[in-house]
């Protein structure tokens, strides 16, 4: 019980945290807004409404893994600036149950600029958005945001023994948009790409928001989302032990 | 068996020099330190920067792992149990970082109260007490960081007795504070003992090490170089007096010259002014006044002293020992 | 991406300016990694939607990426010198401020350059697209000319920079939209009329289409027209972004803003 306290809570505050740096919600939204404009010019060229839903669902979602993928991989770097760092780990509660909700609170604001983006492509493109699973959308919308969120924090805590994890972080902006299928048919890759797209939760989200959207069968792809974030949880709450460990032996948990 | 025991802790650190070529070093900033606090007592461990005082108590609060040697607080081992441990302390380290400086103090207890496991029902009731027992009541709904140095430094402590912890850690804990924060720092960490804490402290203040502490270990150089009560560390300097010797630019090579003079015991050198003041420990019986200034021949001298050691002369002594 | 902003401002600025970037784990991933995924996210949402060829957006991607070094390490050099406090010490010197400017603007275009030809290369490689040889030359200058033209937005970047502050922001912007603007990935004619009017006023628009043509076998004297305008408004980007520096430097001290961390 006191777990799942320490998550919602930690939700909340860190969420409340995020929203108060105003520009990290400008720019937030603003960057994947670019390179959705870009692909709706290029689907534009094809005289085909539903290419551009198409895009524009898929574009939604790229804002979600902008907003986690260079702050989950620095997050645990930032606490440390900050001196927090020491203080949580000094705290009887599991490490991980203190970084998920880091990482999840980050992948939700990535909502503004799903809204944004998908506001964006009514106003300008004339996309509207169709609906044909609302109830299986509203489900299939939290369950990528917290899969998304469990992704970053499973980078946070592989990438945290670099200095420069922001680097590694922000370089795998694009790979997860293209091999996600944001914008491009899993179809298209060669053979031994798709093996990764499907052992990459947002291809999962994604493939789920657009046939709640469009017409298809996404309770499948909600249930392997919501399966690999769930893996990720695990995979990351093991690996933190490690880290700590070697982060005490180490005097890595301050900056002095 | 002591509710803090260290037993020849030792810890060292690999740093790297040199930019072209680096070359890791090993530096050991602990170097077999042991000592027992017992239940109820407040414990000091006194020593100048860099001594290794920070370095032992983050390893006894679990956030360094020791090279060697170990260490249990009430009877759980720090590596081992680090879990048990950190259920069961609280500590309070100085400085502007370490706190959410985007949510408010109230924020900040909250989420600590749930990492620290407080019950849901206590919270509200504990934060506020410890609100006010820090001073920090009225102002906790404010974001921190707008918080002078002496609030952040009353919010660390509040954070540190959330949990109601019978054992607290605290770390050059007024450093930085004005002098009115500080005496009021004071009273409430002596406080804590007499509702039966057990409290390590360490301190470079003398003074306060003297006022506050029931037992102090003197820590120099990553060694415990005296242990006793306050009045144990005084006796041991209370035969002897201390002689004073303003000279000027030429006080390096004069603590050389005077180290040799028979019946001294240490030569020290304090920067007043404009003058560096030699401060010589002899011993009590001797008139040595007169060998001194003789070898100090040459050399620019003002004002010549004398007068009664105190803490601060042991302390200075025993710090300053090769 | 705001948390580049985040990293920029307060990580980076403990980095000396340009040494920062030269450890290979933010080069990889910085310079290597993410301008080769861009040009691969585009080819393949080119193929999506049956615009253009691979070549399309090797070129305009490869081009394009030289704009990150060119605006965020121009910011940076300031934005460095800010942080250790020498900024109105070296702007205070009786130093001729072109030569200090063009010294500092000679990495920062070299490190375009690289940026350029490598995700080129590596790209074209990746997705099969053939370049005829004796463009290679020609290619590489129309690469050095539009880094140079980036560098002189970058000028005006961190001219914006000393006044406001958060160059990283600005600087995201800016790169933002180069790409949608000029060409990079939806040809000109694609676009409503007004943005490809005003993309004909900013640095790589030119570029791009000069690099284009070479890539499909023209000559440079075909192209050379392209590479002037290139050239000749990175030259006004660059005296505009230096005239301001100038001004803003004036403006801060009288208004003691040049210091503020």
Redesign the interface.
């Known amino acids: 019980m006191?777990a799942v306290?320490?998550v919602l809570?930690?939700f909340v505050?860190h969420l409340?945290?995020l929203s108060?740096?105003a520009?990290?919600?400008?720019?937030?939204v603003?960057?994947?807004?670019?390179?959705a404009?870009?692909?709706f010019?290029?689907?534009?060229?094809?005289h085909d409404p539903s290419?551009l839903l198409y895009a524009s669902l898929g574009a939604s979602v790229m804002g979600i893994w902008?907003a986690t993928s260079?702050?989950a991989s620095?997050a645990i770097q930032?606490q440390r600036?900050?001196?927090?760092l020491?203080?949580?780990?000094?705290?009887?509660?599991h490490f991980s149950l203190?970084q998920l909700p880091i990482a999840i609170a980050m992948s939700t604001i990535g909502i503004y600029s799903m809204a944004s983006t998908l506001l964006w492509g009514r106003l300008l493109f004339g996309i509207h958005l169709r609906m044909v699973h609302p109830l299986l959308f509203c489900l299939a919308v939290p369950v990528t945001i917290v899969s998304i969120g469990m992704l970053g924090f499973l980078l946070s805590v592989t990438v945290v023994r670099?200095?420069?994890a922001?680097?590694?972080g922000?370089?795998l902006?694009?790979?997860i948009?293209?091999v996600c299928g944001f914008?491009?048919?899993l179809s298209?890759?060669p053979g031994w790409v798709r093996p990764i797209s499907w052992a990459l939760a947002p291809t999962w989200g994604v493939r789920a928001i657009r046939e709640a959207a469009l017409g298809g069968s996404p309770l499948w792809d909600v249930a392997a989302c919501a399966a690999l974030g769930l893996g990720y949880g695990v995979i990351g709450a093991l690996l933190v032990g490690t880290v700590l460990?070697s982060a005490?032996?180490?005097?890595t948990?301050?900056l002095t | 068996m002591g509710v803090i025991e260290a037993r020849d802790l030792r810890r060292t650190y690999k740093t790297t020099t040199g930019a072209l070529r680096r070359r890791t070093v090993d530096v050991e900033a602990v170097r077999g330190v042991s000592f027992e606090v017992g239940e109820g007592e407040l414990f000091g461990l006194l020593g100048p920067n860099g001594a290794g005082k920070t370095t032992t108590i983050k390893m006894l609060i679990t956030l360094l792992i020791p090279t060697a040697g170990e260490a249990r607080v009430l009877g759980f081992d720090v590596v081992k149990d680090a879990r048990e441990v950190r259920k069961r302390i609280g500590y309070v380290f100085g400085g502007d970082r370490g706190v959410y400086e985007r949510l408010s103090a109230l924020d900040n207890l909250r989420y600590f109260a749930e990492l620290y496991a407080v019950p849901a029902r206590e919270q509200k009731r504990r934060i506020a007490e410890l609100l006010d027992l820090v001073g920090l009541a009225g102002r906790e709904k404010e974001r921190v960081e707008g918080y002078s140095r002496g609030m952040r430094q009353r919010l660390h402590v509040a954070r540190g007795l959330l949990h109601d912890p019978p054992v607290l850690f605290l770390d050059e804990p007024t450093i930085g504070l004005d002098p009115v924060g500080a005496r009021e720092l004071r009273a409430t960490i002596a406080s804590l003992t007499a509702i039966g804490k057990t409290v390590l402290l360490t301190t470079h203040y003398m003074f306060e090490a003297d006022a506050l502490c029931d037992r102090i270990a003197v820590i120099a150089e990553g060694k415990i170089v005296a242990e006793g009560t306050p009045r144990d560390l005084k006796a041991g300097v209370a035969r002897g007096k201390v002689v004073e010797i303003e000279v000027y630019g030429t006080a390096d090579e004069a603590v050389e010259r005077l180290r040799v003079v028979e019946g001294v015991r240490s030569v020290s050198v304090e920067e007043r002014d404009q003058a560096q003041v030699l401060v010589v420990q002899v011993d009590g019986e001797r008139e040595v006044t007169h060998a001194l200034l003789g070898r100090l021949d040459g050399s620019s001298v003002g004002r010549v002293s004398s007068r009664e050691p105190t803490l601060e002369d042991a302390y200075v002594a025993l710090v300053t020992a090769e | 991406m705001s948390s580049i902003r985040i990293f920029f401002v307060g990580g980076l600025t403990s980095y000396r300016a340009l040494f920062g970037w030269l450890s290979p784990w933010i080069l990889i991933p910085t310079f290597c990694v993410a301008p080769l995924f861009q040009i691969l996210l585009f080819a393949y949402i080119g193929r999506t939607t049956h615009l253009e060829s691979d070549k399309f957006y090797v070129v305009g991607n490869a081009l394009q990426y030289a704009s990150l070094p060119c605006l965020f390490a121009m910011a940076q050099t300031i934005d460095g010198e800010r942080y250790q406090k020498t900024l109105s010490v070296i702007l205070a010197t009786p130093a001729p401020r072109l030569p200090l400017f063009l010294g500092r603007s000679l990495p920062v275009i070299a490190n375009g350059i690289l940026v350029s030809a490598f995700a080129f290369t590596v790209g074209a490689l990746l997705l099969g697209v053939h370049v005829p040889t004796g463009s290679l030359g020609s290619l590489a200058l129309v690469i050095a000319v539009t880094a140079f033209a980036c560098t002189g937005l970058g000028l005006v970047n961190a001219a914006v920079g000393l006044r406001f502050r958060d160059t990283a922001v600005s600087s995201n912007l800016f790169f933002g939209f180069l790409l949608v603007f000029c060409g990079v990935n939806v040809p000109l004619h694609n676009l409503p009329g007004w943005m490809s009017t005003l993309a004909q006023g900013v640095p790589l628009t030119h570029g791009i289409e000069a690099a284009r043509k070479l890539a499909d076998g023209s000559s440079l004297g075909d192209v050379r027209r392209l590479v002037a305008a290139e050239a000749f408004i990175g030259l006004i980007y660059a005296t505009v972004g230096y005239g301001c520096i100038r001004l803003m430097e004036r403006v801060s001290r009288q208004r003691a803003a040049l210091e503020v961390a």
């Open positions: 006191n306290r320490i809570v930690g505050l409340k945290m108060r740096s520009f990290t919600g400008i720019l937030g603003i960057w994947p807004l670019f390179f404009t870009t692909a010019f290029m689907f534009r060229t094809r290419a902008s260079v702050t620095s930032r600036w900050e001196g927090t020491e203080p949580i780990v000094a705290t009887p509660a203190v670099y200095r420069t922001w680097a590694l922000n370089a902006e694009y790979p948009w293209l914008l491009v048919p298209l890759f460990r005490r032996a180490r005097a948990l301050s």
